[in-house]
């Protein structure tokens, strides 16, 4: 999507401050109300912004899925594997956009009767050839994972109740707990942890360590965590002591 030199300028000022205000923006660009609002909307759909009453916020940007999907490929599919090994037969089960997640879809297809519900384009296009019954949550697409976001997403996702979720995560420290650079995927994981009875966060070691502007979940609300051998083993052990399941592959 093209901006053009004042729609690029609000863009930079959103991400220095974090937020922004209509009238200042009107005000700045000697503009009228209405094409600050256009360019806002505009903004909204490059997945960067999140409009509110009177302004917008800076809402963070994701590292595309295309770029993820060949970092640590090694690592993700051993995880996914051994993430998989935990769904048993007739289980009903949420997965929700990313890398790794992906691998979690690639070794379920020989479970049978399982439901997988998600909200990744990524995921239900892994399991189209399966014998998977493949729920799509439907929803507002954002280009950059693949996913499906907002209100119809939530309210999917609210009417069901899962055996598992296997959810992603960009950031994950002791003081924060499991982290995500983009508030719309955080408003799915926590609400898909909040309908599930069992939580699962598959990561990599990059990821620890590591803040993200917005928290979905402290470690008291997840049971499991798999990752791979390379995970600071310090933060690891703070995750078992806190009766965190961790496994690393």
Do not use: C
């Not at 949550?137 to 296997?166: C, H, K, W, Y």
């Not at 993200?212 to 979940?217: C, P, R, V």
């Amino acid at each position: 999507m093209n901006l053009n030199t004042r729609q690029q300028q609000m863009l930079d000022q959103i991400q220095a401050e974090n937020e922004l205000k209509i009238s200042d923006l009107k005000d700045r660009f000697n503009v009228t109300e209405m094409t600050i609002r256009r360019d806002l909307e505009k903004l909204e759909k490059l997945g960067d912004i999140r409009r509110t009453f009177g302004g917008a916020v800076w809402i963070g940007k994701d590292v595309t899925l295309q770029v993820r999907s060949g970092v640590l490929m090694d690592e993700k599919i051993r995880i996914g594997k051994q993430a998989a090994a935990f769904v048993k037969p007739g289980e009903s089960i949420f997965i929700d956009s990313g890398s790794t997640t992906l691998q979690v879809a690639r070794n379920l297809t020989q479970i049978p009767d399982i439901i997988v519900v998600t909200n990744a384009l990524n995921v239900a296009t892994e399991l189209l050839n399966a014998n998977v019954q493949v729920i799509l949550t439907g929803g507002i697409l954002r280009q950059a994972t693949a996913s499906m976001v907002g209100p119809i997403t939530t309210e999917t996702i609210a009417r069901m109740g899962f055996d598992r979720v296997f959810l992603g995560a960009t950031g994950y420290t002791p003081q924060q707990g499991f982290s995500n650079s983009n508030l719309y995927e955080v408003e799915i994981k926590k609400l898909a942890i909040k309908h599930a009875r069992e939580s699962y966060i598959v990561l990599d070691h990059t990821k620890f360590g590591t803040n993200q502007l917005f928290i979905f979940a402290p470690e008291s609300e997840i049971q499991h965590v798999v990752t791979d051998q390379a995970a600071d083993p310090h933060l690891l052990a703070g995750l078992q002591q806190s009766g965190v399941n961790v496994v690393t592959v």
